[in-house]
């Protein structure tokens, strides 16, 4: 029997070696900017699952804390940050308990009066994208002057600007200006090329999805039937003959 646990250890070792999943980090509202106060959630997803993931960050002032860590709480696979403080500046990302990240993600938390909502994810080149100078008490629609790496690119009479058809030029950093409220934050905005990168999805594309479950199957398969094999040679071998493991990794 000790030698079927040792077959079963590696054959569930030889699984993980097979997996292919990749989580995402989500907000909501998808925002890289929040006033204090404000209330956000956070997700790790998967394709088929959200389990095994763990939500992370950093900050000025510590790192690499998890969720529910003296900073908000766990709800499922989600975290949810109820008021949001300056110190909650920082990088977010899921870590899984392998080793393998998720995206990251930079969230900006300000006691000022205005913030700019822009992407949290990297754009790709050719969206069209859209900013929202947003001031924390109503009306939000006010003027406001956008700028860009320091100079000034537009003014909106309604406090939005759309930038059409992205390219790489348009990556840098934003910020907003609302005359008699004051000044957002900067966010970076990313542009990725539409041809060689592709940003983080909201899902795995049918193409890519069906290759990565085939290949899978065929991993599993495999060492399903050299489970059964390997299992059948202990039962049946001499007592004083030797036992041959075999341990298969794959990779996908």
């Avoid at 030889?14 to 890289?32: E, I, M, Y």
């Avoid at 899921?94 to 006691?111: D, Y």
């Amino acid at each position: 029997m000790k030698e079927t646990s040792v077959l079963c250890l590696l054959f569930l070792i030889s699984l993980l070696s097979c997996t292919t999943n990749q989580a995402r980090l989500t907000v909501s509202p998808s925002s890289s900017q929040f006033f204090e106060g404000d209330f956000v959630s956070l997700s790790c997803e998967e394709d088929d699952s959200s389990a095994g993931w763990t939500l992370r960050r950093n900050t000025s002032k510590r790192q690499r804390t998890q969720c529910g860590d003296g900073w908000g709480k766990p709800a499922g696979s989600f975290c949810k940050i109820r008021y949001m403080y300056p110190w909650d500046d920082g990088v977010y990302w899921c870590e899984s308990r392998e080793g393998p990240i998720s995206n990251m993600v930079n969230l900006t938390v300000t006691g000022g009066s205005v913030i700019l909502q822009s992407p949290v994810l990297p754009v790709m080149e050719g969206d069209d994208v859209t900013l929202l100078c947003k001031t924390k008490t109503t009306p939000s629609n006010l003027p406001a002057a956008f700028y860009k790496d320091g100079s000034l690119i537009r003014k909106q009479p309604t406090g939005h600007m759309t930038i059409q058809h992205v390219s790489r030029s348009d990556e840098g950093l934003y910020k907003c200006d609302i005359s008699g409220h004051g000044e957002s934050p900067s966010s970076w905005i990313t542009v990725t090329d539409k041809h060689t990168t592709t940003p983080p999805p909201t899902s795995t594309s049918p193409p890519v999805l069906s290759v990565l479950s085939f290949f899978g199957s065929v991993c599993v398969g495999v060492l399903l039937a050299l489970l059964v094999m390997l299992v059948r040679r202990c039962v049946h071998r001499k007592p004083d003959g030797e036992i041959q493991i075999i341990h298969i990794q794959c990779s996908v």
